[in-house]
């Protein structure tokens, strides 16, 4: 179902962008396509979602997660 609905609202080229990140961060991959498929369904967001509005949705999501390494020395 879920697969039938990300035909649904990506282009190709998106599509396989989802797929090349699934292949390196499938829990990422997995968060990515639950988020798509709400802003599709709540209308956020013009239909089908190019591959360069899924990059900004990638970057927006990347610096919500950007975590801070510090490195103490003793």
């Keep these: 179902q879920k697969q039938a609905l990300l035909r649904k609202i990506l282009t190709p080229e998106a ?3 989802l ?3 699934k292949m390196v961060r499938p ?3 997995d968060q990515l396509e639950l988020q798509l498929i709400q802003v599709a369904q709540s209308g956020r967001v013009k239909l089908p ?3 360069e509005v899924l990059k900004r949705m990638l970057e927006q999501v990347q610096a919500q997660q950007q ?3 510090r ?3 003793k």
Excluded: F
């Design 19 to 21: 797929v090349n990140i």
């Design 71 to 73: 490195i103490r020395r």
């Design 27 to 29: 829990d990422y991959a």
């Design 49 to 51: 979602i190019t591959d």
């Design 67 to 69: 975590r801070e390494i």
């Design 15 to 17: 599509r396989q962008r």
